[in-house]
């Protein structure tokens, strides 16, 4: 698994020399290699790391990890802890597979208030009551499952119908996911421009790198906190009007600032991109274009910038704009169906493993571009979606089907980090034997003022 999504990227293949990795076993389990998987992302953003600091000048270090820290970490929003109690990250009742007409199924997200509103709208719930969970399973009953998919799509709400592998195979949006790449490169406008300044620690492969993450929802914030760790000064910016979960906040934003910026300021929005080195986005395709956040209009302002892209399903096909999450992608690509109970209820994978592994190789693939913006070559700009994640681990050899360990054996309290009254899993891996770390826990949501410390100029300005 590594071998393959490290080819992927496009990484060197000798690089893989330097990794070891202990632990390994079923700590998440299930009957989709979701440990392996989880394993090749860390190690894939590891070794992207390493390579940075032998472009870097300071030699490249060893990469060790553990499959039993990997697996934690793709747990992280579930074991982390506020003055000892879970944080409560998690679905909300609205969030749930339901039964549809004809005996379909589908799967409903409402997390955000927004959503929960968009969803019950879609359905005509008066919101909400003390049976809101029940009538909204009563309203999904009298629906065939496509209808419903439909039916919320339209009203501006969340919901997959749930599908089998070969159905979403021969859906044009499957289709489209299915074609692209793992790792996809937008060639618009590539140039070689911009350099990091040499490198003195190579356990901090990152240090100097200015990312600016505009992400939200686990995967993007999975890949700005990686880069933190790594050494990165990483400015997490949200639209000032969109609310966020505290819980995700916590586990998403350690070791970053955080402020509120509506893009629409041009002055700010281009200081903050003229002096970043890598910028993250995870809104859906073509969200951002009003902004000049276009890749190609990037590279034309910006020529130094990194611009690593998340979209849900794909800049392809019918529903390249359409809102989407980790457990709506497993609903429709077939993954809820292969993890069907034996009353033939979908399931899940045993953790949100499309949102943390594409966190991971979008840190990867960051990593990589700036190693190859230091050989002055020019660098497209990556883009990685959910669903083409899914069909990734979808293709992957199956394990036997087995019952995960993480709860049961797993040493959590070995990869724990504290913070004051907060504890959450510390990022996976070491390099040259020196642990990831970040330089602070996750500050206030949205305090930070919209800039650079110190000016404009980024590291590769």
């Known amino acids: 698994m590594v071998r393959s999504l490290w080819s992927a ?9 330097r990794l070891s990795v202990v632990r390994e076993g079923a700590w998440l389990g299930g009957a989709l290699p979701v440990d392996d998987f989880a394993v090749g992302a860390v190690a894939c953003a590891l070794l992207a790391a390493s390579d940075l600091a032998q472009a870097r000048g300071a030699g490249a270090p060893d990469v060790q990890l553990s499959g039993e820290h990997a697996a934690l970490s793709f747990h992280s929003e579930r074991l982390a802890t506020l003055d000892g109690n879970p944080l409560g990250a998690g679905f909300a009742p609205l969030s749930r597979f339901v039964r549809c007409a004809n005996g379909g199924w589908a799967r ?76 996809a490169y937008d060639d618009r406008g590539a140039r070689a421009a911009g350099s990091l300044p040499q490198l003195r620690d190579p356990a901090r492969p990152a240090h100097g790198v200015r990312v600016l ?45 955080t402020a509120l910026l509506d893009l629409a300021d041009a002055p700010l929005r281009e200081a903050l991109l003229g002096g970043a080195d890598v910028v993250l986005s995870g809104y859906r395709p073509g969200s951002l274009e009003r902004f000049g956040m276009r890749a190609d ?35 429709a690509s077939g993954i809820a169906a292969e993890c069907a109970g034996p009353d033939g209820a979908p399931g899940a994978l045993p953790a949100q493993a499309l949102d943390h592994a594409t966190g991971h190789l979008m840190a990867a693939a960051a990593l990589l571009a700036l ?33 995960g360990e993480l709860t049961g054996r797993a040493d959590a309290a070995s990869h724990r980090v504290a913070f004051g009254r907060l504890s959450l899993i510390a990022p996976p891996g070491s390099l040259n034997g020196v642990p990831l770390a970040w330089d602070h826990g996750p500050r206030p949501f949205g305090p930070d003022a919209p800039r650079w410390p110190g000016g404009a100029a980024g590291a590769c300005g």
């Open 213 to 257: 993450d505009l992400t939200r929802v686990i995967a993007g914030p999975v890949a700005g906190r990686t880069l933190a760790a790594l050494g990165a000064e990483v400015l997490r910016v949200d639209p000032p009007e969109l609310p966020e979960i505290q819980a995700q906040h916590l586990d998403g934003d350690a070791g970053k600032r």
């Open 297 to 331: 209009q990037l590279a034309e302002r910006h020529p130094h910038l990194v611009h690593v892209s998340l979209s849900a399903w794909g800049t392809g096909g019918p529903w390249a704009r359409r809102r989407g999450f980790d457990s709506l992608v497993q609903a």
């Open 371 to 403: 190693g190859r913006r230091q050989s002055a070559q020019p660098c497209p700009a990556p883009r990685l979606s959910l669903a083409r994640t899914a069909a990734q681990l979808l293709a992957a050899p199956r394990p036997q089907a087995v019952a």
């Open 108 to 183: 409903t997200h409402g997390n955000y208030p927004h959503h929960a509103a968009a969803l019950l709208r879609a359905l005509g719930i008066d919101p909400p009551g003390a049976h809101t969970v029940r009538a909204l399973e009563a309203a999904a009953l009298a629906l065939d499952a496509l209808e419903l998919e439909q039916a919320v799509f339209a009203a501006g709400g969340c919901a997959a119908a749930v599908r089998t592998a070969g159905q979403w195979a021969a859906h044009p949006a499957g289709a489209a996911a299915a074609a692209d790449a793992l790792v």
């Open 9 to 17: 990227l496009g990484g060197a293949p000798e690089s893989l020399a």
